[in-house]
Antibody
């Protein structure tokens, strides 16, 4: 079964740090881009960050740029999100999601571009 | 990285059809066929419904369909069922700066 499972959430004080993990199984982890997406309580989904399969390319939302770092260990089938200088507005459920897409050289575009599957999420609460 | 625009809520009766719109710009939805749609029930993780504008994952009900015209994408649910009551999100990939963006979400109520 293809699945991803997040861990590492918890309560942290403003200005503190936390590292989230996402363990993948059932697929060749190194072949896929991976994402972090968060959802604040009662709010919608917000894309946070993406990393390419070999870890060479990363992208961040403006709201976390310079504070969060995405990384991966393909030998351990694990994705990470290092969160520093945490703020109250970072309080959210953090989801890990696989990017299903691949680059099609014929059409010079990506195919199957979507987030699937998603993990169950891990709650991060930033509060004093 | 502005969010895509969705109506906050829509409603319909069992058996009816509803459509949820998702409006972006010529730089995101209008530029590429990278629109996807997700369903989220309360307390659950999002679930993929549609990828690449109008493609359903294997096994998904044909009651879910989608399309795109210009800068606006649309999700249609036909034959509404009580279990369709959920939040729905659209998403698009912006290749110019390699970021992803979600819509604000639409709450579907089945009356």
């Amino acid at each position: 079964e293809v699945q991803v499972v997040e861990s590492g959430g918890g309560l942290v004080q403003p200005g503190g740090s936390l590292r989230l993990s996402c363990t993948a199984s059932g697929f060749l982890f190194s072949s896929y881009w991976m994402h972090w997406v968060r959802q604040a309580p009662g709010e919608g989904l917000e894309w946070v960050s993406r990393i390419e399969g070999d870890g060479s390319g990363t992208t961040y939302a403006d709201s976390v740029k310079g504070r969060f770092t995405i990384s991966r260990d393909n030998a351990k089938n694990t994705l990470y999100l290092q969160m520093n200088s945490l703020r109250a507005e970072d309080t959210a459920v953090y989801y890990c999601a696989r990017d299903n897409s691949f680059y099609d050289f014929g059409s010079r575009s990506r195919k199957y571009k979507c987030f699937d599957p998603w993990g169950q999420g891990t709650l991060v609460t930033v509060s004093s | 990285q502005s969010a895509l625009t969705q109506p906050a809520s829509v409603s319909g009766s069992p058996g009816q059809s509803i459509t949820i719109s998702c409006t972006g710009t010529s730089g995101d939805i209008g530029a590429y066929n990278y629109v996807s749609w997700y369903q989220q029930h309360p307390g659950k993780a999002p679930k993929l419904l549609i990828f690449d504008v109008n493609n359903r994952p294997s096994g998904l009900s044909t009651r879910f369909s989608a399309s795109k015209s210009g800068n606006t994408a649309s999700l249609t649910i036909s034959g509404l069922q009580p279990e369709d009551e959920a939040d729905y999100y659209c998403s698009s990939y912006i290749t110019s700066n390699s970021v992803e963006v979600f819509g604000g979400g639409t709450k579907l109520t089945v009356l």
